[in-house]
């Protein structure tokens, strides 16, 4: 059996990578299992404990670092965010193509550990900085100061996007999500 592909998604807070996600995921063909991560931010409005993250306190965070358990970890605004390695490797050793949302860092870390041809990577660029603000704002879910905060990162980010093989501009989700689900399409061929 094939080994599953790891796909990577990344790009600044706010760009849509939750949105693009949920539609590519609508493509039964690819056969994807999403990779599901541990956080200690609060949960929001409408996310589900075990859907859209693993909410932990930060000494069930802490004791998964020390135990390696890991893929990559992050900080960001005083929550953390990690992939567990054992749940995506089980994945892909099983021939299931594995989707990771993550942010920036994260994604560098995995992508300089997993040394495999069968890892596909995607930045996702709003269309302007303008757009990523309005994204954010719309939201409702942050003070002025983690935006300012989100924003200033996001602009940062946007300039790191060398170890990607694709960058992707997400001006319409499907359209983003078509592109990404063609790219992979064709990776899957090779």
Not at 55 to 73: A, C, H, R, T, Y
Not at 169 to 183: G, P
């Amino acid at each position: 059996m094939k080994k599953g592909l790891l796909i990577i998604l990344s790009g600044p807070s706010g760009v849509g990578k939750n949105c693009v996600r949920q539609e590519i995921v609508k493509s039964h063909r690819l056969s994807l299992s999403y990779s599901i991560s541990m956080t200690t931010r609060a949960r929001r409005e409408k996310e589900v404990d075990g859907v859209d993250y693993y909410f932990v306190s930060k000494e069930e965070f802490q004791k998964n670092i020390d135990e390696g358990n890991f893929l990559e970890w992050a900080e960001f605004v005083g929550n953390r965010y990690g992939t567990p390695k054992d749940k995506v490797e089980e994945l892909r050793n099983q021939g299931k193509n594995v989707f990771l949302e993550i942010e920036i860092n994260g994604a560098n870390q995995v992508m300089s550990k997993v040394k495999d041809d069968r890892v596909i990577s995607f930045f996702l660029m709003p269309p302007s900085l303008g757009a990523l603000e309005a994204r954010i704002r719309k939201r409702k879910t942050e003070s002025e100061e983690i935006i300012q905060e989100r924003l200033q990162k996001g602009e940062k980010e946007m300039t790191m996007t060398q170890n990607y093989d694709h960058i992707i501009i997400n001006d319409k989700v499907s359209r983003a999500a078509q592109e990404i689900i063609d790219l992979v399409k064709a990776k899957l061929k090779k």
